[in-house]
């Protein structure tokens, strides 16, 4: 019992020492976050003429502004990624292809040149209004923080909400400057050498990971098409899916959300989907 007390103690200590160490890592020490280009679409705006002028200035993501309240600081309800626009327009396709049970007629084929021509000859999917995917639950919330705030506070932000992305303003006007990412927030805490947690992390190889009891893994295999990938994406509500070679069930790589970037890319791979 005393040695279990012990053990607990100091898993406590080294807890609390992680913590205290993230809270006085200030969010300005974040790279690459005023060099972010942020991007607004209101709620009125249809989802065909968000994912063009996203895809147009090469942003993966962009505030949503309330058209009712055009003026008001406080104005942003949301928060919305280019990938979860796509997933969620991918299902909508697959969901009308079901119904039409011509997936891959001739006529599709000719007509549509890529995802945004399918949008065009689809209204009812493409001229969606942004503001009524709220309720697919589709938008991150907007919760900012400010230069001054911690790292600590940021993962929390991260964990709590599952956000992809955090918007960051000035305290003295809260305009938006940019963002803080995932992806910024893993590459600082991987400069975090000698703090045996993060190195124990850093030192791990991909390919090291095996899908032994691939029941309980999320996956792939790599001679699925790209469709069934992505529905997996949107269905699940996840980020990224482990893509397995289905013979020696060994990790090949991932399909994340953002990859559905590519269908906006090359027309030829949203005809070819399946």
Same mark, same amino acid.
């Given at each position: 019992?005393? #040695?279990?007390?012990?053990?607990?103690?100091?898993?406590?200590?080294?807890?609390?020492?992680?913590?205290?160490?993230?809270? =006085?890592?200030?969010?300005? $020490?974040?790279? +690459?976050?005023?060099?972010?280009?942020?991007?607004?679409?209101?709620?009125?705006? %249809?989802?065909?003429?968000?994912?063009?002028?996203?895809?147009?200035?090469? !942003?993966?993501?962009?505030?949503?502004?309330? !058209?009712?309240?055009?003026?008001?600081?406080?104005?942003?309800?949301?928060?919305? &990624? @280019?990938?979860?626009?796509?997933?969620?327009?991918?299902?909508?396709?697959?969901?009308?292809?079901?119904?039409?049970?011509?997936?891959?007629?001739?006529?599709?084929?000719?007509? !549509?040149?890529?995802?945004?021509?399918?949008?065009?000859?689809? /209204?009812?999917?493409?001229?969606?209004?942004?503001? #009524?995917?709220?309720?697919?639950?589709?938008?991150? /919330?907007? %919760?900012?923080?400010?230069?001054?705030?911690?790292?600590? &506070? !940021?993962?929390?932000?991260?964990?709590?909400?599952?956000?992809?992305?955090? /918007?960051?303003?000035?305290? $003295?006007?809260?305009?938006?400057?940019?963002?803080?990412?995932?992806?910024?927030?893993?590459?600082?805490?991987?400069?975090?050498?000698?703090?045996?947690? %993060?190195? +124990?992390?850093?030192?791990?190889?991909?390919?090291?990971?095996?899908?032994?009891?691939?029941?309980?893994?999320? =996956?792939?295999?790599?001679?699925?098409?790209?469709?069934?990938? %992505?529905?997996?994406?949107?269905?699940?509500?996840?980020?990224?899916?482990?893509?397995?070679?289905?013979? $020696?069930?060994?990790?090949?790589?991932?399909?994340?959300?953002?990859?559905?970037? @590519?269908?906006?890319?090359?027309?030829?791979?949203?005809?070819?989907?399946?």
């Amino acid at each position: 019992m005393a #040695e279990s007390n012990q053990t607990q103690c100091i898993a406590m200590d080294s807890a609390t020492a992680l913590q205290r160490y993230l809270d =006085h890592i200030p969010v300005s $020490s974040i790279s +690459g976050i005023k060099s972010s280009v942020v991007l607004e679409v209101k709620t009125g705006d %249809f989802v065909k003429d968000a994912l063009r002028i996203m895809f147009k200035k090469n !942003v993966a993501s962009a505030l949503i502004a309330d !058209v009712s309240t055009d003026g008001f600081p406080d104005r942003f309800i949301g928060f919305v &990624h @280019l990938s979860s626009l796509l997933l969620w327009c991918i299902q909508e396709i697959r969901k009308l292809e079901n119904e039409i049970e011509c997936i891959e007629s001739e006529k599709t084929k000719e007509t !549509v040149c890529g995802i945004m021509g399918f949008l065009e000859q689809n /209204p009812h999917i493409g001229q969606t209004k942004v503001g #009524e995917l709220g309720k697919t639950f589709l938008w991150d /919330p907007y %919760f900012p923080v400010g230069m001054r705030d911690t790292l600590f &506070h !940021v993962l929390l932000m991260f964990s709590k909400h599952r956000l992809q992305a955090v /918007p960051v303003v000035e305290l $003295s006007n809260s305009n938006v400057i940019g963002f803080i990412t995932q992806t910024a927030v893993i590459h600082l805490l991987l400069e975090s050498s000698g703090l045996e947690w %993060f190195d +124990g992390i850093a030192d791990k190889v991909i390919s090291d990971f095996r899908f032994d009891n691939e029941e309980h893994v999320l =996956h792939v295999y790599g001679d699925q098409n790209i469709i069934e990938a %992505f529905y997996i994406l949107w269905n699940k509500q996840i980020g990224a899916v482990a893509v397995t070679d289905r013979g $020696s069930k060994r990790l090949i790589g991932c399909l994340r959300n953002s990859d559905a970037y @590519l269908l906006l890319e090359k027309e030829d791979l949203f005809q070819n989907r399946k």
